[in-house]
């Protein structure tokens, strides 16, 4: 059974939600009926594949013994100093592993949602070693790892907020106002998914053929309109997954976030990635961007906290490209974008920027700009500019 997609998902899921909403409105709580339902579902996805099965619960049960002593090791005086970067290794080692792995056509550890779930545990471990998590139950941090809705495709949760929305009961209004929310959403994610995603997959291959091939500047305006279908349709497929998955998410009193807002009205890259796959790129931004900076600038390798800040945008940005995949072109995709933000960064620190950012004529340029960066950038991504 595959999520969002499967109709036999959304049967099982209409079945699933309707103790919840009882639940929801007579004021009980949600916490353990969520934790059962998201195994229960987990159970079915991996059915017919009981090698990726084996590959999770190996995940669960190394990820929540490694975190749980690490946990009560923090918790001491004197903590060993090599608990923390064991404990991290630990719980990335087996999305490495995997990715290596498919280099080489080789399936090792690998599973659905293997890349949403590893950084949700890595991000336990940062925030232990921060002394943001002083407690965590072994229930509580399984059901982060597990919450069915934004299992295989996001959004990205944060386990502070999750451990609180699951441990907090609405009061009745409150829980309903959530579930109007929360049915909305679905059903706009569902209009994305199915009607808007597959008009422009047709777009895809219809644009260039009806502008044709018998000159070079048709077979180049055709790849450009190829290169802009592919990129609303990734963007109505992805943000009707997350959408969906905010909508269950509610229903199970969670506040799952919201993964994009209108990243096509961006008005500089900065500003792209502040929109679009927000959940990803806020965590990259506070786990790896802000840790990359502060080691530059604790140990004087850059002078200036621009050049410091510029190698922060390459290196977390060139990270988001492995993340998807060690391939060449998600890999040229990553510096890409640490390439551009960083020419953003300096370019937003000039004079020129400071005179004219608030004109409109500019701000439409900056706009047109973007998006034909983005839309290329999203064809290395692809693979319709072929890399290597």
């Not at 109709?7 to 934790?35: C, H, N």
């Not at 000159?215 to 290169?227: I, W």
């Amino acid at each position: 059974m595959t999520f969002y997609t499967d109709p036999a998902f959304f049967v099982l899921l209409a079945i699933a939600v309707l103790p919840a909403i009882g639940l929801g409105i007579a004021g009980k709580p949600l916490r353990l009926y969520g934790f059962c339902v998201s195994v229960v579902f987990l159970g079915f996805l991996f059915s017919k594949d009981l090698k990726s099965l084996a590959a999770f619960i190996f995940y669960l049960v190394l990820s929540t013994a490694v975190t749980m002593v690490y946990l009560r090791l923090r918790g001491r005086e004197n903590p060993p100093k090599a608990a923390y970067p064991i404990a991290l290794v630990a719980v990335l080692a087996p999305l490495i592993v995997y990715k290596v792995g498919a280099v080489f056509d080789q399936n090792i550890l690998g599973f659905l949602g293997i890349s949403y779930i590893t950084f949700k545990a890595a991000q336990v471990v940062l925030e232990i070693h921060d002394g943001l998590i002083k407690e965590f139950s072994p229930l509580d941090y399984l059901y982060t790892l597990v919450f069915f809705p934004s299992f295989t495709s996001g959004p990205i949760l944060r386990s502070r907020a999750f451990v609180e929305d699951i441990h907090t009961v609405l009061p009745r209004g409150e829980y309903i106002d959530l579930l109007r929310a929360s049915a909305l959403r679905f059903v706009v994610g569902a209009f994305y998914k199915f009607v808007c995603s597959s008009l422009f997959s047709i777009a895809m291959w219809a644009v260039p053929r009806a502008i044709g091939t018998s000159t070079a500047a048709k077979v180049a305006l055709g790849q450009v309109g190829e290169a802009w279908a592919y990129a609303l349709f990734l963007f109505f497929d992805f943000a009707g997954y997350s959408l969906m998955a905010v909508g269950v998410g509610g229903v199970l009193g969670v506040h799952v976030p919201q993964n994009f807002r209108a990243p096509f009205l961006s008005v500089d890259i900065k500003d792209f990635w502040n929109r679009w796959h927000i959940s990803l790129s806020w965590w990259l931004r506070d786990y790896v961007f802000m840790r990359v900076v502060r080691i530059i600038r604790r140990k004087k390798l850059l002078k200036s906290r621009l050049a410091a800040s510029c190698a922060g945008y390459v290196v977390n940005m060139t990270l988001m490209g492995l993340w998807h995949g060690i391939t060449p072109n998600y890999f040229v995709y990553g510096v890409y974008h640490g390439v551009l933000l960083s020419l953003n960064e300096v370019f937003q620190k000039s004079a020129f920027y400071k005179r004219h950012k608030d004109s409109r004529a500019f701000k439409v340029c900056s706009w047109f700009v973007t998006m034909n960066l983005v839309v290329f950038g999203m064809a290395l991504f692809s693979g319709q500019v072929h890399i290597g």
